[in-house]
């Protein structure tokens, strides 16, 4: 579970940086439906 977040935290890092908008919404609503 802490790695889980860790590995998604860091995944949520790399898509601020690259700056896509789409694709953290996509993620966002991932982890809602999970």
């Given at each position: 579970m802490i790695l889980?977040?860790?590995l998604?935290?860091?995944l949520f890092n790399s898509?601020?940086?690259r700056?896509?908008?789409r694709t953290l919404l996509?993620?966002?609503s991932i982890r809602?439906?999970?």
């Open positions: 889980f977040k860790l998604s935290k860091d898509i601020l940086d700056g896509g908008l996509k993620l966002l809602y439906f999970l």
